[in-house]
């Protein structure tokens, strides 16, 4: 006797556009970098793309393990004196030894140095605090100024910060000109120049 088997009736879904979803799974995906854009050829594949703009697709191809093997095999060559690349062409017809291969740079190599220079305009060389942080360090400076012992016992001291902590965040803060400058023009005070407040900062005070 045989096993019946009961099979799920196909239904056709009406509600599904075949030309939006053949097309999605076509599709390898939008480039949003006009610039990436350009140097991007459509007619090609991903690998040869990136190939041949000097890039890698997969980094553990790109870069490969090292083998000892061949490590060993070429050192054991030189010592013999026996180098496929100072063999002539006859005499690596008759020992049946491949032409070696010339290696060429990419074909589009100028794409790298475009990305590299856009990446270098684009790095910020200088630490920036978050605009958060900043807002929050304002807010302990405007009520306790320097005394970090009363920012400690803050109700809005959400992160339980010690004293030490808040002192590190704030010098990280006053030593961004860029960022604390801005919150001294606020505050109408000299620009440029550490407020006049008494600070709380040795370890003697705490005890």
Do not use: C
Not at 32 to 50: C, I, Y
Request: net charge positive; hydrophobic share 35%; aromatic share 10%.
């Amino acid at each position: 006797m045989k096993i019946r088997k009961n099979h799920a009736r196909k239904r056709y879904r009406y509600n599904v556009n075949r030309k939006t979803m053949n097309k999605t799974r076509s599709s390898t995906g939008k480039i949003k970098d006009p610039r990436m854009k350009k140097m991007w050829m459509e007619d090609q594949r991903v690998g040869t793309n990136f190939s041949e703009m000097g890039l890698a697709k997969d980094v553990n191809k790109a870069i490969a393990i090292p083998s000892y093997k061949k490590d060993r095999l070429l050192a054991a060559r030189v010592v013999n004196g026996f180098l496929e690349e100072e063999l002539g062409e006859d005499e690596r017809r008759a020992l049946g030894l491949k032409k070696p291969v010339v290696e060429e740079g990419p074909k589009r190599g100028y794409v790298v140095q475009e990305l590299e220079q856009l990446a270098s305009e684009r790095a910020d060389p200088e630490f920036r605090l978050p605009k958060g942080v900043v807002k929050e360090l304002s807010y302990f400076l405007n009520k306790h100024k320097f005394n970090y012992k009363a920012m400690v016992a803050d109700r809005k001291n959400f992160g339980q910060l010690t004293w030490r902590q808040f002192r590190l965040k704030i010098r990280r803060f006053m030593s961004i000109p860029e960022q604390f400058n801005v919150y001294l023009e606020q505050k109408k005070l000299p620009v440029g120049v550490k407020p006049n407040w008494e600070e709380y900062e040795s370890d003697s005070e705490w005890k």
